[in-house]
């Protein structure tokens, strides 16, 4: 049988993670609420777009239109 709590895995803070987003500011556009996310735990910054208020936003992986 294995212990649950073993040696804990070391995690730096430059992998990857469950970034802990934040909103650090959202604008609205046309397209949606446009949300500035920033992870408190490593500082990575990420932009979401929120399409719709009942919905998840979803990270914005290609440039935004004009
Ligand atoms: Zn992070």
Known sequence: MTALHTRPIPQPITTAHEHAWSVESRHRTSDG?????RCGDCGTRRVDVEQHPSMPPSALSRTLRR
């Not at 609420?33 to 996310?37: P, S």
């Open 33 to 37: 609420t446009v949300l500035y996310v």
